[in-house]
């Protein structure tokens, strides 16, 4: 079996140093679980949390560990009735080949309905978070302002294709012309901003009526230039702050003195909390957009599980163009 362990846990951005890439015999199957052999593992910005030890919403990963992650493949072999070789499933399996589980960690899929690897973006967890993000604390109304930020990544090109659907007016945050032009060619936003330019100018550009949601993704300069710009009783959809998970200090952040003045409604969210129970409402209607050909999805498919540490290194970095999945070889 192949699998990735924590080796230490990083100061700052991840090395390679910090992962170990063991061979190790598969897993035989104990009474009641499932033998599984995973064909893509999903990269995820909160893997870096789980690295750390500092206080969070989740245990981090033990060093000596297995990586944690989202994995979709086929099972090999079950002494549980239910599922059979052959079937596909999705599961929290790590970053590993083969993984003996007991059935309440597996989920079961038609592998018919979609390429398997969507499974882990466009209709998966990151999926999953835009749609329960929009429902509960976004809130968008047709006609509205809503600009979200890591607009070309896994959950970003989710959110504002929900939002354009719903009838709002749509603006993307990226880094750089392609993954901007994908944002307005292909997944049909209004507009798309380079973050690596002047912000305030382009934000002005784009928004002139102001902003009513923000799809908080990535914090730093481009949340300080975002906020002064929010409307009356905005909403803040407070996703994550990617642009701040290797600092090792907390870096300053907006007066908070216009979420007063403006009513601001600026909340959190972890989509475990709520949102699993809802998947199967939100995979039928994400379906359905894929059907009526109004939904796009962009991947960035990694060969070969022993390059997972490179390129979740390179995730933190901006440099994935989409939903980034390891094709496990
Ligand atoms: P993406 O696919 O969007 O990939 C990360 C992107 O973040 C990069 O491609 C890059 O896009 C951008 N980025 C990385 N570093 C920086 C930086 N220093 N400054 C600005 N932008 C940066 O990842 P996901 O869609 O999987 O995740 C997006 C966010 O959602 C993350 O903050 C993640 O933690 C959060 N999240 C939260 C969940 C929850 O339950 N609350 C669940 C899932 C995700 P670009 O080149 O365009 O800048």
New binding site residues.
Partial sequence: NLQILLRRRPQGAPVAEDFEIVETPVPQPKPGEVLVRAQYLSL???MRGRMSDAKSYSAPVAIGAVMEGQTAGEVVASDVPGFAPGDTVLGGFGWQRYSSVAPGRLFKIDPGEAPLSASLGVLG??GL?AWV?LEDIGQPKPGETVVV????????QVVGQIARIRGCKVVG????AK?CEFVTEVLGFDACID?RGDLDAQLDAACPNGIDVYWE??????QRAVFPRLNDHARMV??????E?NDTSPAPGPNLMSAVRKRLRIQ?????DS?WPRYPQFRTELLGHMASGRLAWREDVVEGLRQAPQAFIG??????????VVKID
């Fill in positions: 995820d910005p909160y967890m990151p978070t993000g930020s890591a607009a070309s990544g896994a959950v970003g945050i990226a880094g750089g993954k973050h993704n990535v914090g730093g300069a481009v407070m996703c994550g702050m990617i642009a998970y959190g969210f972890i989509v475990s949102g995730l933190l970095k901006g440099e994935n163009f989409g939903k980034l």
